[in-house]
């Protein structure tokens, strides 16, 4: 599957985003979707997973009660809505696929985008 994320740029603290990853399978539905970022220098960062169908979601502890993983499968593509940015929140957001069960390693996922840059100035 191939992905492709958009919707980065940069914004204000306090402001809101919607990043969205469009995919290129048209067995969309069967991957289990992720997103991760990248701060500058340093590692990957866990931040969002959601099942097939939508129904299991999971949140860094960093991002919980601020952003919003979704998928809209008749449409192929997650969403990631952002909101109450913050300067930490600052990375590289890269969308990953997977088979099987949420995880949030990224070792675990074969299938990455390649990444949409937000950058929130304070």
């Known amino acids: 599957v191939q992905l492709q994320a958009c919707g980065g740029g940069l914004v204000q603290a306090g402001d809101s985003l919607r990043l969205s990853c469009a995919a290129s399978?048209?067995?969309?539905?069967?991957?289990?979707m992720g997103w991760f970022r990248q701060a500058p220098g340093k590692e990957y960062e866990f931040v969002a997973v959601?099942?097939?169908?939508?129904?299991?979601?999971y949140y860094s502890d960093s991002v919980k009660g601020r952003f919003t993983i979704s998928r809209d499968n008749a449409k192929n593509t997650m969403y990631l809505q952002m909101a109450t940015l913050k300067p930490e929140d600052t990375a590289v957001y890269y969308c990953?696929?997977?088979?099987?069960?949420?995880?949030?390693?990224?070792?675990?996922?074969?299938?990455w985008g390649q990444g949409t840059l937000v950058t929130v100035s304070s």
């Open positions: 990953a696929a997977k088979y099987g069960t949420t995880s949030d390693k990224r070792d675990n996922y074969p299938y």
């Open positions: 959601i099942s097939t169908s939508g129904g299991t979601t």
């Open positions: 399978a048209r067995t969309f539905s069967a991957y289990t």
